[in-house]
């Protein structure tokens, strides 16, 4: 629980996750150099509501699996300890992760891109299955990517 009583939320959990057992200079420079930029980026509001869905997707994109939505801090443990992303250290990891993250914000709050894909209103078949169009997120990010790279024109 935090200090209002609330329970953490899997974006506070990875958070915490990421930045605990650092030196408090580098803690205070990750913070500030990338994860309090994200969460401006998302928005005070959007930040507590959508970053446990947006590292749902980044976890999708970077392992080919979709964690439980109860377990996205843990997936997001065991990815972070896989040996390709440990090699590259916390730093590149929170980097990736704010890159992925303004993909993100980018695409879901683009007024101009929702006449394009809608945001889904309902599920489809049961009530835990989503439309065509939030199943594709991580593909869609993918290729934000990669155009940012400048891979694809």
């Known amino acids: 629980m ?3 009583g609330r ?7 990875i958070r ?6 650092l030196e408090p200079k580098q803690q205070t420079q990750l913070y500030e150099d990338h994860w309090r930029p994200m969460e401006r980026n998302f928005g005070q509001e959007a930040y507590g509501s959508h970053f446990d869905s947006f590292m749902r997707h980044y976890l999708t994109l970077k392992t080919g699996e979709i964690p439980n939505v109860r377990a996205v801090y ?3 443990k065991a990815y972070s300890r896989e040996p390709q992303v440990a090699s590259g250290g916390v730093d590149d990891l929170v980097r990736d992760i704010r890159a992925f993250a303004g993909y993100y914000c980018a695409m879901a709050w683009a007024r101009n891109l929702t006449k394009f894909w809608p945001k889904p209103s309902k599920t489809y078949g049961n009530s835990r299955s989503t439309s065509p169009i939030h199943s594709c997120w991580s593909f869609i ?3 934000r990517a990669i155009y940012s ?3 694809i024109l």
């Open 2 to 4: 935090n200090s209002t």
């Open 7 to 13: 329970e953490l939320s899997q974006a506070d959990l």
């Open 16 to 21: 915490n996750f990421i930045l605990m057992g």
């Open 74 to 76: 843990e997936a997001f």
């Open 141 to 143: 990010k993918t290729m």
């Open 149 to 151: 790279r400048r891979k």
